[in-house]
């Protein structure tokens, strides 16, 4: 197609509502979160359970389980292959819905085992998400499934085809999930906490395994995880998030190395390192003003591009 | 200070856990076996907490549980200082063990899989004073909001079913559960893994307060190999049943003798972005030598 996508962003999210109604009322769990995702870069999602990074997620592939819905904003997706594409006013029937979840966007989700079916082959599954989006032969697909699972590190591939979900343990099937993903070989890869159950060798190699692909096919991933070293290790850009709201972003150096809002310095002190060793660990609520969140307070932006919601009179002098 | 204080509260010794695996047919015949753990040997002191780390499918859980008695053993000795004295838990019947049970307790890897969902929360935590007969419903109520509030959750969330709850909540539940019942000894499998860093916090520290407070003794199943260095005094690396390399934390990070160890290490992201991961992916000629000799 001639017409290139009008910009270096892949995805633009502009305040972003999703609702859920519960009987105890309305939940707003993400309430005006807008951020773009740069081709070719990982975006990672960092924030407390609860914050609303799956359901920011969830929108992006419109997989918001009913009675919750997007109540407002827009997503767009700048295809290489397609025109732009107005996620949020897609039709639930539409065609290019079911492109944009197979081939487009693809997603690893937190829990593994909902992406597997238990009664057929791991190599049946990834054998079938390759031909749904690569015209090739039976042998070919099963070419490309066994080197993919050689990847993701799981031994003996040509026979762990042959078996069933049940057949692996936790951290292999999540590497079969991951696999499946990888086929595809989409434009953007959304990562729903893929590396949390996987031991760390495992984890290296997955992490390895997305960065690579990245450079090989060009495409951009979404990290959600609560793992401040992979995010450090993978990823370009930072959002964190709180009570579904953006409360900082920027480049990975700039939100982990010197970071602005009391809350993200919060989350950066909670993780076990050795100077602390055998103390009591900072939790975000012993670091001053870390909860006084004002969620009406919109997002600054800073003179080196990075976002922080803040009132300007606490933005520290040097960074502005 | 009498002798039993300096006594390790728990020794195992060749501990063996083989699984068979069936043949397909009707008969099912054993054509071979999984050595999930095979011949560990290893103490814990009073109040101390060990690691035990390993990669995936490497037998951590399995020997967690069979030390608990939830597996049976294929060999080897676990000796175990109860309340009234040691006892050495591989060869004691079910009968004999229920009361060891309420001594030793296990906080489970899958909080999603590990709760009962028909039964309310407050019922999940109560439920091991009921199995073991202790106290009167008021009693056993009160007992459960008291550990509901040391894991921080709220006397509300009491009435609510699991599926209610955050995969962070859930692991609190199943924490709570485990320290209803005031136990010596509890194994951590994966306790924090499913928690962000700020819940994992406060569990950490909930864990370390409770341990001062009760004089607990740990073992910790963990992948995370920064929250393992934390909160463990000594830490056992294991490697397709076997115990490769056991050591006192800050020697085994700063002198990593094994070369599976000194690959899981390599492993670790660290949180600086300007450190890169260089991790180790393939195993070692030498590595492959010094499992070939084991
Ligand atoms: N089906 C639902 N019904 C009601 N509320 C929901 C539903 N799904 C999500 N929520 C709410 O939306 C908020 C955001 O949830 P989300 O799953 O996005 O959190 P998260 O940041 O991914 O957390 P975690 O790190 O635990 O995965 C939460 O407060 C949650 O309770
Ligand atoms: N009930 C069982 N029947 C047969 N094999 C089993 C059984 N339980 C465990 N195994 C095997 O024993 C080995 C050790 O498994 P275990 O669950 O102890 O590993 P682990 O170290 O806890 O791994 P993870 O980090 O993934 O939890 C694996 O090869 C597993 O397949
Ligand atoms: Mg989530
Ligand atoms: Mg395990």
Do not use: W
Not at chain 1, 60 to 84: D, H, M, N, T, W
Not at chain 1, 131 to 154: P, Q, S, Y
Not at chain 1, 188 to 214: F, G, M, S, Y
Not at chain 2, 71 to 87: C, I, K, N, W, Y
């Amino acid at each position: 197609m001639s017409d290139k996508a009008p910009n270096e962003n892949v995805i633009e999210v502009e305040d972003l509502r999703v609702d859920f109604p519960t009987e105890h009322g309305l939940v707003h769990a993400v309430a005006g979160v807008s951020f773009s995702v740069k081709r070719g870069r990982v975006l990672a999602i960092v924030g407390e359970s609860g914050s609303g990074k799956s359901v920011t997620a969830f929108s992006i592939l419109r997989l918001i389980q009913p009675p919750g819905y997007i109540a407002g904003g827009s997503i767009k997706l700048f295809s290489q292959k397609e025109p732009p594409i107005d996620i949020t006013s897609l039709k639930e029937d539409d065609d290019l819905l079911y492109h944009l979840r197979g081939g487009l966007v693809s997603m690893i989700f937190q829990e593994p085992m909902t992406a597997l079916c238990p009664v057929y082959t791991v190599g049946n599954q990834i054998c079938e998400a390759i031909h749904l989006h690569k015209d090739v032969t039976k042998k070919e697909a099963e070419r490309i499934a066994v080197d993919m699972l050689d990847r993701v590190g799981i031994p003996k591939p040509e026979i762990r085809l042959r078996q069933y979900p049940h057949e692996f343990s936790g951290g292999m099937r999540q590497r079969v999930v991951v696999a499946m993903a990888l086929v595809c070989m989409p434009e953007v890869l959304i990562a729903d906490e893929p590396t949390t159950a996987l031991d760390v060798t495992i984890q290296a190699q997955v992490l390895t395994l997305i960065k690579d692909l990245r450079k090989e096919l060009g495409g951009s991933v979404i990290f959600i995880t609560h793992d401040i070293g992979v995010v450090a290790q993978i990823a370009d850009d930072v959002i964190v998030m709180n009570q579904g709201k953006i409360l900082e972003s920027g480049s990975v150096r700039q939100v982990l190395k010197s970071p602005v809002h009391p809350y993200t310095r919060g989350l950066l002190a909670a993780i076990p390192s050795l100077s602390q060793r055998g103390s009591r660990l900072p939790t975000i609520d012993s670091i001053p003003g870390a909860r006084d969140i004002d969620l009406t307070v919109p997002l600054h932006t800073l003179s080196d591009g990075r976002r922080v919601a803040l009132p300007t009179e606490k933005i520290p002098a040097t960074t502005t | 200070m009498t002798a039993s204080d300096t006594k390790p509260l728990l020794r195992v010794q060749n501990l063996c856990k083989f699984f068979p695996v069936h043949a397909k047919g009707i008969r099912r015949k054993v054509i071979d076996e999984v050595r999930a753990v095979d011949h560990v040997t290893f103490d814990i002191q009073p109040g101390e907490t060990l690691g035990l780390v390993g990669e995936s499918g490497s037998g951590k859980t399995t020997c967690a549980r069979t030390i608990l008695r939830a597996l049976s053993p294929t060999a080897g000795r676990v000796h175990f200082q109860s309340e009234d004295g040691e006892v050495e838990l591989s060869s004691l019947s079910e009968h004999a063990l229920k009361p060891l049970r309420q001594q030793m307790q296990m906080i489970f890897q899958d909080p999603f899989s590990s709760l009962n969902p028909r039964m309310t929360v407050g019922g999940i935590v109560e439920e091991p004073l009921l199995i073991h007969g202790i106290g009167t419903p008021a009693e056993r109520r009160e007992k459960a909001a008291d550990i509901l509030r040391k894991v921080d959750l709220l006397p509300e969330h009491r009435e609510r079913y699991p599926h209610a709850f955050s995969g962070g909540q859930r692991q609190r539940i199943g924490i709570a559960r485990a320290l209803i019942l005031r136990p010596r000894f509890i194994v951590c499998d994966e306790a924090v893994s499913a928690l962000d860093v700020s819940v994992q916090a406060q569990v950490i520290n909930l864990l370390m307060d409770l341990q001062e407070e009760f004089h607990l003794t740990y073992l910790f199943v963990a992948h995370d190999l920064g929250v393992v260095r934390h909160i463990c005094d000594r830490i056992a690396v294991m490697r397709n049943g076997k115990l490769v390399e056991m050591k006192k934390t800050e020697e085994l990070f700063s002198n990593p003798e094994h070369p599976y160890t000194q690959r899981l290490l390599s492993a670790i992201p660290n949180p600086d972005p300007d450190i890169p991961l260089r991790p180790i992916l393939e195993a070692s000629e030498e590595e492959e030598l010094a499992e070939a000799k084991l």
